[in-house]
């Protein structure tokens, strides 16, 4: 069973970089597909980011295409989330989740992950 710990989350000014890391504490996920939710105080949880098991495709919510990369490192069990430009509206816990369940694509859903990280705050100011 795969657990999962996510990383790299701040307080940072609009404009600025972060990059969030996922990693595996056990298990290994490199034949999962694994994705990046946020939640912000008062909302559900939202899809941010989804990659294919082989990292051959990849998938962005509106809101940060352009701006967030995915991009995962299989031989080392990591996952990252590069965040550019971040805005005031990024401001919530970012999760990473993994898909055990050998669907052909990842999804967008909550629904679609079965393991999930305990989440890495990340803050914005204007």
């Known amino acids: 069973q795969v657990l999962l710990v996510e990383s790299g989350g701040g307080l940072v000014q609009a404009g600025d970089s972060l990059r969030l890391s996922c990693a595996a504490a056990?298990?290994?996920?490199?034949?999962?597909?694994m994705g990046w939710f946020r939640q912000a105080p008062g909302k559900e949880r939202e899809f941010v980011a989804n990659?294919?098991?082989?990292?051959?495709?990849?998938r962005y919510a509106d809101s940060v295409k352009g701006r967030f990369t995915i991009s995962r490192d299989n031989a080392n069990n990591k996952l990252y989330l590069q965040m550019n430009s971040l805005q005031p509206e990024d401001t919530a816990v970012y999760y990473c989740a993994a898909d055990t369940n050998s669907n052909f694509f990842p999804g967008t859903s909550t629904r679609d992950y079965d393991r999930w990280g305990q989440g890495t705050q990340v803050a914005v100011s204007s």
């Open positions: 990659i294919r098991w082989n990292s051959g495709l990849t």
């Open positions: 056990s298990g290994t996920f490199s034949r999962y597909h």
